[in-house]
């Protein structure tokens, strides 16, 4: 599962990326607003933890902004301010849950798991391009009636690029959405996956579903 952080509070931003790594997670941490709304937007998470006093942009604005670009992606908001007017528009402008400063981390632990678990009784709609079909929940490609056997890994870098079809991505925003910011290893592994998925997806004969745009990145397009 993968988290994003949002949170400018440097030491407890740190804090809690090493226990939710501890407990499994991937986690990438955005120190302001306007950091926070774009990897909401472009990004692939799991969940959001999202503070609410940030510099750059609060994280209501951050929140309703990401429901409106259609960005479902469960939303916990984290803030020390208290009051119940607070609570109610957090909720109001699309966060999912709202957790008060200082907070035990067990209980944000659990409200992770919790709002996960929520989220996975859900039935998101299938993603498509042309013949090529992703069921989200059973995380199954299809072509036309034709499963498409993918790795967890191949899996994310496909849905990755559908959600932007058509748009052209870089390595660097594929290794920071698919993989994630601590990732050290060689940024070519993008190319290797990438060549994995095209053995997969393309026909004998028939053009590149992923085309390379020379000195920019990768774009996958229709049939």
Partial sequence: ???????????????????????????????????????????????????????????????AELRRAGVRTPILMLTAKDGDLDEAEALDTGADDYLRKPF?????????????????????????????RLDL?????????????????EFELLTYLVRRAGRTVSKQEILAGVWDDAFE???NVVEVY??????????????RRIETVRGMGYRLTGP
């Avoid at 990438?194 to 053009?207: M, Q, S, T």
């Fill in 1 to 63: 599962m993968k988290l994003l952080l949002v949170d400018d509070d440097a030491t407890l931003a740190q804090a809690l990326r090493r226990g939710l790594t501890a407990e499994g997670f991937a986690v990438e941490v955005a120190v302001d607003g306007t950091e926070g709304l774009w990897r909401g937007r472009e990004g692939s998470y799991d969940l959001i933890l999202l503070d609410i006093m940030l510099p750059g942009m609060h994280g209501y604005r951050i929140c």
């Fill in 104 to 132: 035990s981390f067990p209980v944000l632990v659990a409200r992770v798991h919790a709002l996960l678990r929520r989220a996975s009784l859900g039935d998101p709609a299938p993603l498509l391009v042309g013949d090529l």
């Fill in 137 to 153: 929940r059973a995380r199954r490609a299809l072509r036309g009636n034709e499963p498409i056997p993918l790795t967890a890994r």
């Fill in 185 to 187: 290893g060689d940024p």
């Fill in 194 to 207: 990438v060549a994995r998925l095209r053995r997969k997806l393309d026909r004998p004969g028939g053009p």
